[in-house]
């Protein structure tokens, strides 16, 4: 079993940053890949980023590309998302996921291959 509990959401005018902070606890973190997802009212969850369960490898919406980072710290069980130039599109709440995969490059993308989630944390950004 592994809890993921999100936080660093807020209130945010375009072009602002935000970094958001995803607390993971169980077993084995280190061996789960993680990612980051996203869910407008009324809209399907959609993928944001994802990360290895090395670090070594990451993938990212175009949508977000180039203005979102994401990393890990295996020392601290902690997966960040770091979120720049945003804009009022990005508004959602954010879910931060854990997925058991069997190779340390793995990066999957749907939501279905995900085994875990966090609660959400809201981000509004104001244009």
């Known amino acids: 079993q592994v809890q993921l509990v999100e936080s660093g959401g807020g209130l945010v005018q375009a072009g602002g940053s935000l970094r958001l902070s995803c607390a993971a606890s169980?077993?084995?973190?280190?061996?789960?890949?993680m990612a980051w997802f996203r869910q407008a009212p009324g809209k399907e969850r959609d993928f944001v980023a994802t990360i290895s369960w090395s670090g070594s490898s990451t993938y990212y919406a175009d949508s977000v590309k180039g203005r979102v980072t994401i990393s890990r710290d295996n020392a601290k069980n902690t997966v960040y998302l770091q979120m720049n130039s945003l804009k009022p599109e990005d508004t959602a709440v954010y879910y931060c996921?854990?997925?058991?995969?069997?190779?340390?490059?793995?990066?999957?993308?749907?939501?279905?291959?995900?085994?875990?989630w966090g609660q959400g944390t809201q981000v509004t950004v104001s244009s």
């Open positions: 169980g077993r084995a973190f280190s061996r789960y890949a």
């Open positions: 996921a854990a997925a058991r995969v069997s190779r340390s490059y793995q990066t999957p993308i749907v939501p279905r291959e995900y085994d875990y």
